[in-house]
């Protein structure tokens, strides 16, 4: 599973990810660390997995209702992390935008991730909306520097990012 829009350490995360190998407690529990609790430090309601990390902890499922919210995608509730990693082709119409869609399900589980660690490690809060502004402009910058053949604008990437794809040539390039 690739996608050339995001970078190398977005796609090892992805990996480790559908393999469930990211030190999670549970995982660490397993692998013999001792640790106080495996209870998610986010919510203290469920244990710390890999599944509830990226998809069902409380406030991860807020930053996914954004990002949804965010591409105007109706009842496209991720529920597994297969869901979260992988192309769902009824979504999206596109080629190109699915990639774009796929990439962004990408970053968005890597900024949690993210989070998540400055959560456990540096006893950050999470903010929701700080979050899904990362992710926009994250996906912003490298899509913008990867994509070739494409004009990005800005102020549309974040009304109607499912519509923000131009082919360079209607502006007269390439």
Request: net charge positive; charged share 20%.
């Amino acid at each position: 599973m690739r996608n050339k829009e995001v970078p190398n350490e977005v796609e090892i995360f992805v990996w480790r990810s559908n393999l469930n190998c990211l030190p999670t407690r549970v995982e660490l529990d397993k692998g013999g660390v001792d640790l106080d609790s495996i209870l998610s430090p986010s919510c203290q309601a469920c244990t710390e997995s890999v599944e509830h990390i990226l998809v069902h902890c409380t406030y991860v499922s807020k930053v996914w209702d954004q990002v949804i919210k965010w591409w105007n995608l109706e009842n496209h509730r991720t529920s597994n992390i297969e869901e979260a990693f992988v192309i769902n082709p009824n979504v999206i119409s596109s080629n190109i935008t699915k990639q774009i869609w796929q990439a962004v399900r990408w970053i968005c589980g890597y900024i949690i991730w993210k989070h998540r660690n400055l959560e456990n490690f540096s006893r950050k809060v999470w903010i929701i909306l700080t979050i899904l502004n990362e992710i926009q402009i994250q996906r912003f910058f490298w899509i913008s520097k990867r994509l070739k053949k494409t004009k990005i604008d800005w102020h549309q990437w974040l009304i109607n990012p499912n519509s923000y794809v131009v082919p360079q040539d209607r502006f007269g390039i390439g």
